[in-house]
């Protein structure tokens, strides 16, 4: 929504965001890297402000990085679980983010305009909406989870499955918390997705 937008990319940054050149050399060395295994050329505002601390930011987007490549869940679904989390926690930049993810994966249009009304619509397998629901419970309040959402989640998923759906979901909300709390804006060429961000 183009509110949301504005407010995003008019927002004062807490930290400015580093130029290239000002990033250190084993920071840009570990962004490079990133970069090759996603097929993307752009360096995200969200890692221009992290470069303030190299061992922080590095050890942190590695840590991410490796929920994203490990374990047996396919990435259109880890994509969903955290568009759902981005959107529950009212993360702009991160609900872009996981938009560009999604289309990139070639998820199904009706799944990314209605990840907020997962529960009810048809586009998502019983087994997803299983699976967001108990995340989405997971940020309202994590300490009491509804008994029959826990246990549904626990029909549906293996313990291995049900730890990387939970860790998939607990990633995105730390990057939910430092880009907001920082005020990150989105890239210049994310603007036309920023647009498709349902009203949060």
């Known amino acids: 929504m183009k509110d949301q937008l504005d407010k995003n990319l008019n927002a004062n940054t807490v930290v400015p965001l580093l130029k290239n050149e000002e990033f250190s050399g084993e920071f840009m060395t570990l962004i490079k890297e990133l970069k090759e295994a996603k097929g ?8 221009r402000a992290m470069a303030h601390s190299d061992d922080f930011g590095m050890a942190s987007r590695n840590y991410w990085q490796s929920t994203w490549e ?11 679980i955290r568009y759902k989390v981005a959107t529950r926690n009212t993360c702009f930049y991160c609900s872009t983010h996981q938009i560009e993810h999604l289309r990139r994966l070639g998820v199904d249009e009706i799944k990314i305009k209605n990840v907020q009304n997962s529960d009810n619509h048809d586009a998502f397998s019983e087994a997803e909406k299983v699976a967001l629901k108990f995340v989405d419970h997971m940020m309202i309040d994590a300490s009491n989870i ?10 549906h998923y293996t ?4 730890v990387e759906i939970a860790l998939t979901a607990t990633v995105m ?16 060429e994310v ?3 920023g647009l498709d961000v349902p009203e949060l």
Do not use: H, Y
């Open 70 to 80: 490990l374990g047996e869940l396919s990435k259109p679904f880890k994509a969903l």
């Open 159 to 162: 313990p291995k499955q049900m």
């Open 40 to 47: 993307s050329q752009r360096i995200n505002n969200s890692a």
């Open 191 to 193: 603007v036309g997705i």
């Open 146 to 155: 509804p008994d029959d959402v826990a246990n549904n989640f626990k029909k």
């Open 173 to 188: 909300v730390s990057l939910n918390l430092f880009n907001d709390a920082f005020r990150v804006p989105i890239e210049d």
